[in-house]
């Protein structure tokens, strides 16, 4: 049963326009989501996060934003750049997983200079 | 500030063989999970240590054990490997682990099982 899915395995975006990852989770449960970035032959790592007491979290050309009642968080880039073209992951935790975080499986963004 | 360490980067492995990974959080990180990557799973939970103490288990068989010493310091080992052992193996540190926390990856050790 996959908690975090991320139905866009890939996404292609021009450098200068947004890119927007999108995350659906089931878990009712969780109230913490994190989004990472991987470039290959590295370990993730943290980028944004945001508890559920908040709808949006910014962070200089990321955003997050979260919908509760949807189940549903995005993460928004702008302007995207080159550098960020990496496989992006959505995790989440909360008090019902012992606040272990639960992992998408990741869509790779690339953006095209 | 150094980040997460993982140690070795690579391993080659045969079946029926056992294997010891290494991790070395940030200085000052009580918390250390285990996680494996591999294309069809992606990162699944392994488990987490904390003062020394197993706090959080993921659903893997027993073959795969861990410890923790007084160093924060932290091993994971699998015994009788398969070939379906063959994964990234990533260690992640936070200050206490639970609620909030952001988790920090070392680069993972690369198991491969002939």
């Known amino acids: 049963d996959q908690q975090v899915k991320q139905n866009s395995p890939s996404l292609s975006v021009q450098e200068g326009r947004i890119s927007i990852l999108n995350c659906d989770y089931t878990n009712s449960m969780f109230d913490y989501f994190l989004w990472y970035k991987k470039y290959p032959a590295e370990g993730p790592t943290f980028l944004i996060s945001i508890s559920s007491i908040k709808d949006k979290n910014e962070d200089g050309r990321f955003t997050v934003f979260l919908n509760k009642s949807a189940k549903h968080l995005s993460l928004h880039i702008v302007p995207s750049q080159p550098g960020d073209s990496a496989v992006y992951f959505c995790a989440a935790s909360g008090p019902g997983s012992n606040y272990k975080l639960t992992f998408g499986k990741g869509t790779l963004l690339t953006v095209n200079p | 500030k150094a980040g997460v360490t993982q140690t070795p980067r690579y391993l080659i492995k045969t079946r029926g063989q056992q294997v010891t990974l290494s991790c070395s959080p940030i200085?000052?990180?009580?918390?250390v999970s285990w996680y494996q990557q591999t294309p069809g799973q992606g990162l699944q939970f392994l488990f987490e240590?904390?003062?020394?103490?197993?706090?959080n288990k993921g659903n893997f068989p027993g073959r795969f054990s861990g410890r923790q010493f007084s160093n924060s310091r932290s091993e994971m080992n699998v015994s009788t490997l398969e070939l379906g052992d063959s994964a990234l193996y990533l260690c992640?540190?936070?200050?206490?682990?639970?609620?909030?926390?952001?988790?920090?990856f070392g680069d993972g050790t690369r198991l491969s099982i002939l």
């Open positions: 992640a540190s936070s200050v206490l682990g639970g609620p909030n926390q952001p988790q920090h």
């Open positions: 240590y904390f003062s020394e103490t197993q706090r």
């Open positions: 200085s000052g990180h009580r918390s």
